[in-house]
């Protein structure tokens, strides 16, 4: 069945460092990924997305690329900031529009 | 654009009442809304998609005599939680499809803190 795997956190960096969060999945066909941000107390935010092999989503300074090959949709930001700290979610959409979720990594930036 | 918003944003009742919470798209028309719950430190469970004019669609597990769906029109759907008891304490988060370009696309409400005492 489709699953996602993001790598367990808390992932804790000093502030300017560089950031990679990493997230795998299992699909059938072609599936479109997603990553999701929660800053404390929140809902969901969409972050960035890719829908086909080799996109790259980007926002806020973060950015995403959609490998098939390696079926990897890793999340980068080259200098983070106190205010990333937040749970990072990577997702993919069903067929049904359904999203399959990760279990979620909370990123802490210390000043 | 694409903005979802929820209300209440919190909530605290006694154990044994019922509690609506409302999830409206505020600048574009969902044809599917899905609820979720989330518990501390924890992924999202889906518990149900609602389409428009139609019956929710329950996951497996999730009562659907206890958590009422309407999707009344494209803009509004209420999660209603029945005779709540302290178990049913949760985040609570609906989200939107957006549809056309974006029909992979949900949008998320900021979530309803349910407490029961």
């Known amino acids: 069945g489709n699953s996602v795997t993001q790598m367990e956190g808390p992932v804790t960096l000093s502030e300017e460092a560089f950031l990679t969060i990493n997230c795998t999945y299992t699909?059938?066909?072609?599936?479109?990924l997603f990553w999701y941000v929660q800053y404390p107390g929140e809902g969901l935010q969409l972050l960035l997305k890719a829908t086909k092999a080799d996109d790259k989503g980007s926002n806020k300074g973060f950015e995403a690329t959609y490998r098939k090959e390696t079926t990897s949709f890793h999340l980068e930001k080259g200098s983070v900031q106190v205010s990333d700290s937040a749970v990072y979610f990577c997702?993919?959409?069903?067929?049904?529009?359904?999203?399959?979720w990760g279990a979620g990594t909370k990123l802490i930036i210390k000043p | 654009g694409a903005v979802v918003s929820q209300h209440p944003s919190w909530v605290i009742c006694k154990s044994g009442t019922s509690v609506k919470i409302e999830c409206r798209s505020l600048d574009f028309q969902a044809t599917t809304m899905f609820w979720y719950r989330q518990f501390p430190k924890q992924s999202l469970m889906l518990m149900a998609t609602s389409n428009e004019g139609s019956k929710a669609t329950y996951e497996q597990g999730v009562e659907k005599d206890k958590f009422l769906i309407n999707h009344a029109s494209l803009t509004l759907s209420t999660l209603t939680v029945t005779s709540a008891h302290p178990e049913d304490s949760s985040f609570y988060i609906c989200s939107a499809r957006v549809g056309g370009s974006e029909a992979d696309t949900q949008y998320f409400g900021p979530g309803t803190r349910l407490t029961v005492l």
């Open positions: 997702a993919l959409s069903h067929s049904n529009y359904q999203l399959i």
């Open positions: 699909a059938t066909g072609y599936p479109s």
